[in-house]
């Protein structure tokens, strides 16, 4: 933390009062204020004011060094916890209870990743914190494969008096929970919003260690029951409003047996991965939740167009709707879905039939009688053509803030233009394999022609050969695809500095693009068009042609990256690193694999100027030598995740 010496300059300025510094703060983006907090100590006292600390999260591994931390979060009102690599040993003990002593009264949210704690360190935890809202014991096996989690009565009275406020609970990948351990959990959370069982072995038809059905025994101490998660759906029914039940084996029967459970209001639910579902279960589950607002069921591999129509139908305050993956999915029912006025948010990524033509009828009408999207994603929809693009630019042009066309791969350099003009609010834009734009598209201008003729094949007799290989009148047709544009020279430059016309330029306020793979994208529109001071992600890997003077004009002009992707440059190089280096101070992770022209001297640049780095991807960069990934490691302090496998012969190297 940079310390400037406030005292010594008292004399000769003025020092800005606190209330006048916090103002200036609330300008600035979260990134920027974490800049600013850097300047001095009065700049650092002005961004932890409490205006600031909505919704923060600490995240860190289990180290010594991390109780000093917590520490100096007991000064905090409240704060959110985020700690992994947890065990049983003294130390994970020592990290927990200084958490319950430190941290009680002020923590709301505690998640324990990547964990194995133990039953006695947790139970010693949650009786003090008496604050808690959202407890995420994700994965954590080891609480639960004993079965004597909190089978103890005194300990459980002490649980329920701590957690008898908390909201959320997410339960999600436990290959050991049971109706018992459930149980005891959940009745000690008797306030419960939402609960999250993705991923969980649940018996939701029979029981395979009695071999009959489930809900004719008494609770089970080896599985979850359907019976069991309905008895809780039925206790907290004014309560729980969402439900997670992602990956599980949930039968269209049993997900109707959910959906009617009496006074159940759900408003989100989550069937990520359920593939056993049909449209007759969504036609029921729709109709006995008309108040669901949120709905996944991406991957739901089962469902068909009718699923969307009985959505559309019965669910009218609908904001959020993934249909990812479910690749039985056509144009039918899309229109109607379209005219929900309600909806923001549409994943329709791998549904491979939908061409567009249904989405733009549905948004034709007026504003008030169709949905205002903020979020769209068609990735991999590659039946979508310029036509039906350009009008839903056009209908969207004033809500859009995140669109995904990745891998719709016959879109063109019209589309991207028709982005610029219509859609400049975006914030999120991903042209991932979209191979048919050029630098004419991001440049925002027409493609010059040429006068010289293609050549004729009018007067070229037909040639016969004795297989038939090589007839002339069997001459196939020139495809779009192989054809490679004109390219941009100084003079189309020069009119492109006075006429920028539609150019991606426009999208002042662009935080994430992804250009990655778009084969025909050359120096000379990244250079002039990547100029984004407010983007944070930035993809241009898999690009041929792009070389250095394009990393060190993206540098210099988007200076709050954090996440660059290079990988698949085979002509970026040190010469542009170090051109580029000194202008990412906030980068936190850089993917360079199979830059070979990228050698020791790269991770040198990035010792000396990115001291953020967190993660670092050089595999398979034949120039750099293991030495020089450990000094890199020694000097970064952040740097938690370095992959370099098969760099100057190695094979499996890789730090985590």
């Known amino acids: 933390m940079g310390d400037s010496s406030e005292d010594d300059g008292a004399a000769d300025s003025p020092v800005l009062p606190l209330e006048i510094i916090v103002y200036i703060l609330s300008f600035l983006h979260t990134s920027d204020r974490k800049e600013a907090s850097l ?16 919704n923060v999260t600490y995240r ?6 991390s109780l000093e931390l917590i520490r100096h979060l007991g000064g905090k009102s409240r704060c959110s916890l985020i700690i992994s690599q947890l065990d049983g040993f003294s130390m994970s003990r020592s990290l927990l209870l200084e958490v319950g002593v430190c941290l009680g009264p002020q923590l709301e949210s505690l998640a324990l990743p990547g964990s194995s704690v133990t039953e006695a360190s947790l139970i010693a935890l949650l009786p003090r914190l008496t604050s808690l809202r959202r407890l995420i014991l994700r994965g954590l096996d080891s609480l639960f494969m004993s079965g004597a989690f909190l089978s103890r009565e005194e300990h459980r009275q002490q649980v329920r008096s701590a957690l008898c406020g908390l909201e959320e609970l997410d339960l999600s990948d436990l290959r050991y929970l049971s109706d018992v351990t459930f149980n005891r959990l959940t009745g000690c959370t008797p306030r419960l919003s939402r609960l999250s069982l993705a991923g969980c072995h649940i018996a939701f038809e029979m029981d395979p260690y009695r071999g009959c059905p489930v809900g004719t025994v008494e609770d089970s101490s080896a599985l979850l029951s359907l019976r069991n998660l309905k008895k809780l759906l039925s206790q907290q029914k004014s309560t729980i409003v969402a439900l997670d039940l992602s990956r599980t084996s949930i039968t269209p029967e049993s997900l109707r047996n959910v959906a009617q459970v009496q006074g159940l209001v759900l408003e989100e639910l989550c069937l990520h991965g359920c593939k056993e579902l049909t449209d007759y279960s969504i036609e029921i589950l729709v109709k006995h939740q008309p108040n669901l607002w949120k709905l996944d069921v991406s991957a739901c591999t089962e469902l068909t167009s009718r699923a969307v129509e009985a959505i559309a139908r019965n669910l009218k305050r609908l904001t959020h709707l993934s249909l990812y993956r479910n690749w039985r999915i056509t144009e039918k029912g899309l229109a109607e879905l379209l005219s929900v006025p309600s909806l923001r948010s549409l994943d329709l990524s791998e549904c491979l039939h939908v061409n567009g033509t249904e989405i733009v009828k549905g948004l034709t009408g007026p504003p008030t009688a169709r949905a205002q999207l903020e979020t769209l994603s068609l990735k991999h929809c590659t039946y979508i053509r310029d036509s039906a693009f350009v009008s ?7 809500t859009l803030r995140q669109l995904d066309l990745s891998s719709c ?23 991932r394999y979209c191979e048919e734009i050029t630098d004419w598209g991001l440049l925002g201008m027409e493609e010059a022609t040429t006068d010289e003729p293609r050549p004729s094949l009018k007067d070229q007799g037909p040639r016969f050969t004795r297989t038939f290989g090589n007839m002339g009148f069997f001459q196939p047709l020139s495809l779009v695809f192989q054809e490679h544009p004109k390219l941009v020279t100084e003079d189309d430059l020069e009119m492109y500095k006075w006429e920028e016309g539609a150019s991606l330029r426009a999208l002042k306020g662009l935080q994430e693009l992804d250009l990655s793979a778009c084969s025909k994208l050359t120096d000379s529109s990244i250079k002039q068009v990547v100029r984004f001071p407010d983007l944070h992600r930035l993809s241009l890997s898999m690009l041929p042609v792009m070389g250095d003077a394009s990393l060190a ?21 040190d010469h542009g690193m170090a051109q580029a280096a000194p202008y990412l101070h906030r980068l936190q992770h850089l993917y360079l694999s199979s830059c070979n022209k990228i050698t020791d001297r790269t991770l040198l640049l990035l010792g000396q100027h990115c001291k953020r780095l967190r993660t670092l991807d050089i ?3 034949e120039n750099i030598s293991a030495t020089s990934v450990d000094l890199l490691q020694s000097q970064l302090p952040f740097l938690e995740n370095v992959h370099c496998q098969f760099i100057c012969g190695a094979e499996h190297l890789h730090y985590d």
Not at 60 to 65: D, E, G, L, M, N
């Open 60 to 65: 860190f591994p289990a180290s010594a060094s």
């Open 39 to 54: 300047v001095c100590r009065s700049w650092y006292d002005a961004s932890q004011e409490l205006c600031f600390q909505k």
């Open 619 to 621: 595999s398979m960069c």
């Open 392 to 398: 839903i630019a056009q209908h969207l042009g004033s």
């Open 553 to 573: 004009s993206v540098a210099r002009h988007c200076r709050s990256l954090t996440s660059l992707a290079l990988s698949h440059c085979p002509h970026i190089s």
């Open 409 to 431: 791969i016959c879109l063109t350099d019209l589309s991207v233009r028709m982005i610029a003009t219509y859609l400049q609010g975006l914030v999120v834009l991903r042209l």
